[in-house]
């Protein structure tokens, strides 16, 4: 029952919405890395812009009964873990000696 | 009327509810200017995004992606966010002419995006549709077959990744 329901998923939803709603949430997300000046947000906008990635490349693997695909989003996830974690590490240090995550009060790298 | 919204299944009704979910609160993560409702506006979106596998057959990754990312990446997110005591008062704005740069560029980005993926659309769904390509027999198959080498090289970079992060953490390195 539910994979003939999930199966319809694939087969009424054309490829075409999938790659206009990806294009609309890594554009957002690039929208943000430009806008916001706070380092942890634009950190959020870099991972709704890999989660965009994702979710194409989910799709595609779907229409193509190719679990490669979604074996490319597993690494993504990891790297995105792994940037997260030393990014984050590296800004709450940075917090800890400047005081400011404002990405224009560190554009000199020191201080 | 009734039998025309009968003609469309169920899932289109859930692709719309779930994409419109995901654009709205993703764009209030952009928007809002509280750090604290950003991130959990993105934790929507990571839900909305999770009930697209889920749509797409992709059980095994909805599950994983719910507990790596609402679970803790967005977890470290607001416990950053929360220990620099960051709020609306410490948020500071750019210029505004910066700002429309910044929105003006981004839809020449979507535009460019939309333009040069248009070619796809002739793509039909493979003819023997398979759906239980999600399922975790056959991505542990492909992963622990095809994909084991750049398995091992992603265990250690995430041993890399504690490891430096660690270092970067410590108080005074001597």
């Given at each position: 029952?539910?994979?003939?329901?999930?199966?319809?998923?694939?087969?009424?939803?054309?490829?075409?919405?999938?790659?206009?709603?990806?294009?609309?949430?890594?554009?957002?997300?690039?929208?943000?890395?430009?806008?916001?000046?706070?380092?942890?947000?634009?950190?959020?906008?870099?991972?709704?812009?890999?989660?965009a990635v994702n979710l194409l490349l989910v799709a595609f693997s779907s229409y193509h009964s190719d679990a490669s695909a979604q074996v490319f989003v597993f690494f993504i996830m990891a790297v995105a873990a792994a940037e997260v974690a030393v990014g984050l590490a590296i800004l709450?240090?940075?917090?800890?000696?400047?005081?400011?995550i404002d990405i224009d009060v560190l554009s000199k790298l020191r201080h | 009327?009734?039998?025309?919204?009968?003609?469309?299944?169920?899932?289109?009704?859930?692709?719309?509810?779930?994409?419109?979910?995901?654009?709205?609160?993703?764009?209030?993560?952009?928007?809002?200017?509280?750090?604290?409702?950003?991130i959990l506006y993105?934790?929507?979106?990571?839900?909305?995004?999770?009930?697209?596998?889920?749509?797409?057959?992709?059980?095994?990754?909805?599950?994983?992606?719910?507990?790596?990312?609402?679970?803790?990446?967005?977890?470290?997110?607001?416990?950053?966010?929360?220990?620099?005591?960051?709020?609306?008062?410490?948020?500071?704005?750019?210029?505004?002419?910066?700002?429309?740069?910044?929105?003006?560029?981004?839809?020449l980005l979507l535009i460019t995006l939309v333009a040069a993926l248009k070619g796809a659309e002739k793509l039909t769904a493979a003819a023997p549709l398979n759906t239980n390509v999600g399922l975790i027999k056959n991505l542990g198959t492909t992963l622990f077959g095809e994909y084991l080498f750049p398995f091992e090289v992603s265990s250690i970079l995430l041993l890399a990744a504690m490891v430096g992060a660690i270092m970067i953490g410590k108080k005074d390195i001597k």
């Open positions: 029952m539910t994979g003939i329901l999930l199966q319809s998923a694939i087969i009424s939803t054309p490829i075409e919405w999938y790659i206009l709603l990806s294009a609309a949430l890594f554009t957002i997300g690039a929208c943000g890395v430009m806008f916001k000046r706070n380092a942890i947000i634009i950190f959020a906008s870099v991972e709704l812009m890999l989660n709450s240090m940075i917090y800890r000696n400047v005081k400011s | 009327m009734s039998t025309l919204l009968l003609n469309i299944p169920v899932t289109q009704y859930m692709f719309y509810f779930l994409s419109f979910v995901a654009f709205l609160c993703a764009i209030m993560v952009v928007a809002s200017k509280n750090p604290i409702h950003s993105l934790i929507i979106t990571f839900f909305a995004i999770a009930g697209h596998y889920l749509l797409l057959n992709a059980q095994f990754l909805a599950v994983v992606h719910i507990i790596v990312y609402a679970g803790a990446i967005m977890v470290l997110f607001l416990y950053v966010i929360m220990m620099m005591n960051l709020n609306e008062d410490t948020e500071s704005h750019k210029h505004i002419y910066l700002k429309f740069a910044a929105v003006g560029s981004a839809l």
